[in-house]
């Protein structure tokens, strides 16, 4: 379970704030503000750049926290700059990697409660909120910031999604 989720969740958020790094550099060297990457949707629906960030830590930190029976750490308010979302991104990594494996591992069959931003509560085990909720969710929004900034002209291949290994 460890593995699954703190040694899933954490090298994907280091290759998210790498993604943003390389956003961040393709703005300045084409002389624009890089928060005009940081408002880009993929249709007027959907959750913007920075928002895809934050919703990617708040899985990662909720999942992790749910997982080891902790009160997941209070995320820094949601900034649209690459500053205050490369500190959440630090802050999320940070939190996840203090949680300790054994509770994490004796998660599998617990019974965990994940609480929508509605206040709905979905029940799962740990196993099932890790691989049919957290998970996808956590990965739905950091492709969809690759995405993004791939639509935004940022040269990025698949490698700075996956990072370096």
């Known amino acids: 379970m460890y593995d699954a989720s703190v040694g899933v969740f954490v090298p994907h958020l280091r290759s998210l704030s790498g993604l943003l790094d390389k956003g961040a550099a393709h703005a300045e060297a084409r002389k624009f503000d ?46 649209h700059d690459m500053a205050g979302l490369q500190a959440r991104i630090a802050t999320s990594i940070e939190f996840i990697e203090s949680l300790p494996r054994g509770e994490i591992d004796a998660a599998a069959e617990r019974g965990v409660a994940f609480r929508l931003k509605n206040g709905t509560e ?44």
Request: aromatic share 8%.
């Open 34 to 79: 890089s928060a005009i990457l940081l408002g880009m949707r993929l249709s007027p629906n959907m959750y913007d750049l920075a928002q895809q960030v934050g919703e990617a830590c708040r899985h990662a930190v909720v999942a992790a926290a749910l997982l080891a029976q902790r009160e997941p750490v209070a995320l820094p308010a949601l900034e």
């Open 122 to 165: 979905l029940p799962f085990t740990g196993r099932t909120l890790l691989l049919t909720f957290s998970v996808p969710q956590f990965f739905f929004h950091v492709t969809t910031a690759y995405d993004l900034l791939r639509h935004a002209g940022v040269e990025l291949v698949k490698r700075d999604f996956l990072g370096r290994r």
